[in-house]
């Protein structure tokens, strides 16, 4: 075929197979680029119109970090449910950063070098003697790593954010009759009566098997789905470099042995890695085991019968997890909970004579307004009666009859008269300012509303799974 080609390359059937095949093999390089997927693109997403590459969240992850003290860097590092929520803070901030800028300069506001260079001049880092000192700002900048220009732009943007957000960080005025409903609402009082039906009070036989049965099925007492789990873990110190990686490539070793076959004990074994084992844990039922947080116990229950994971970084060391043993959540066998259902099955029947004997009383305090046994009190939001007497008493009207259901007893329930509280000034402020700050921030909420609506976020998931993921 090639020798063909030379021989008739001047030909036009010969040029255009040269065609192809050149095409063929450029092809291969550039057709991300042609069809707009080149894996070189930096972009991380897009808030609107406007980039944000992944330097610019480095750089901004840089930032964060040196606020941090080496303790909280390093947990960072070593912990990655901690590292997930930093990176996902700095996504947040750098995303609410663009969207007001972008507002600000669809609105037309401009920031002048002059303003830029007023802003600068009032950093007291920049000040000597009271006044700006071109010399330190020089220096700091300098050692900070940032141009002059740099700098400049952060502050413009800085200002740009600030001549947006600050009209919508004033606290607003409340109305008085707010303060008044709301100051009512919560301190006032309620005088009520009450009266208490114990299921307790009640006699019951005791069940008969089909009794118990017909009762089980309709309250059927579920088994929590248990898993049998088993993990080795290679220790290493991982903020220790040379120690992580000589860690790294023991627990490689070790994958690759559970790769070709070998069992996860075995494997542990030969590397002379922890194996631990346990049986039937479950979401109620969690071993003590430090090894295993809050990020690896969801991944061991999300994880299929008879699978191990990948290597996983944990705080002291590489950890591979089995799962041997899914038992699926399940209806117990009446039998092996029959002693346990005579006592619901009782509590179920007293329950059912005490709602009757408490309907027995309202229907005659309905009829007569007499309420038998009661107690009379005043009582406030937080005391004075149980906490299922108290909210019945301030969330239905003065006058109000009604029956309240408790954990073990039934009440019946007269709501007599409301009184007002008397005045303190300083409770008063303080509702005045709990509604100022609930109302600025509810502001606040639909103003970021707005902007997420105007300037949508997108996520370059492949640039984010690469390089931050």
Request: no cysteine; aromatic share 8%; net charge positive.
């Amino acid at each position: 075929m090639l020798e063909y080609l030379r021989n008739a390359a001047d030909k036009p059937v010969a040029k255009i197979l040269m065609g192809i095949l050149i095409f063929s093999f450029v092809g291969w390089g550039v057709a991300e680029w042609v069809f707009g997927l080149s894996s070189n693109d930096s972009t991380l997403m897009r808030i609107g119109d406007t980039k944000i590459s992944i330097n610019q969240y480095s750089n901004a992850k840089s930032m964060e970090m040196s606020k941090l003290s080496r303790a909280e860097q390093r947990s960072i590092y070593t912990d990655a449910a901690k590292s997930a929520e930093f990176q996902k803070d700095i996504i947040k901030k750098l995303s609410n950063q663009v969207m007001v800028e972008n507002h600000a300069k669809n609105l037309g506001y401009v920031v002048s070098d002059r303003g830029v260079a007023n802003e600068i001049r009032k950093f007291p880092e920049f000040q000597q003697n009271g006044k700006f000192s071109p010399i330190m700002f020089q220096l700091i900048i300098q050692n900070s790593g940032y141009s002059e220009a740099d700098f400049a732009n952060i502050i413009r943007d800085r200002t740009l954010r600030m001549m947006v957000l600050d009209p919508i960080s004033i606290s607003p005025s409340v109305p008085a009759f707010m303060i008044d409903a709301m100051y009512n609402a919560r301190y006032g009082e309620r005088s009520i009566d009450f009266t208490t039906v114990k299921f307790s009070d009640f006699k019951v036989e005791n069940p008969t098997d089909e009794k118990l049965r017909e009762f089980y099925a309709q309250n059927p007492h579920k088994v929590a789905e248990t898993r049998d789990v088993s993990y080795a873990m290679i220790s290493a110190e991982m903020d220790k470099p040379d120690l992580y990686e000589a860690g790294l490539k023991a627990a490689q070793k070790l994958e690759d042995d559970i790769i070709a076959g070998e069992t996860l004990a075995n494997a542990a074994k030969n590397h002379k890695a922890k194996y631990v084992k346990y049986d039937k844990i479950s979401s109620a039922n969690l071993p003590n085991d430090k090894n295993l947080d809050t990020a690896l116990l969801a991944k061991i229950f999300a994880m299929d019968e008879n699978t191990e994971s990948e290597l996983i970084e944990a705080k002291n060391g590489f950890i591979i997890v089995r799962v041997d043993k899914i038992i699926p959540e399940h209806n117990a066998e009446f039998e092996s909970i029959k002693s346990n259902l005579v006592n619901d099955w009782r509590k179920s029947e007293q329950k059912k004579q005490a709602y009757i004997r408490a309907n027995e009383i309202l229907v005659e305090l309905n009829k007569t307004g007499k309420l038998a046994n009661k107690k009379s009190t005043t009582v406030s939001r937080t005391s004075g009666a149980p906490t299922d007497v108290l909210v019945a008493a301030f969330k239905n009207p003065v006058k109000n009859n009604s029956i309240v259901s408790g954990q073990n007893e039934f009440y019946v329930l007269h709501i007599d008269a409301e009184k007002k509280p008397g005045l303190d000034t300083k409770r008063m402020q303080n509702v005045r300012t709990e509604i100022s700050n609930m109302s600025k921030q509810h502001i606040q909420d639909d103003f970021n509303s707005f902007l997420m609506r105007k300037y949508p976020i997108k996520i370059n998931e492949k640039t984010f799974n690469r390089y931050v993921k």
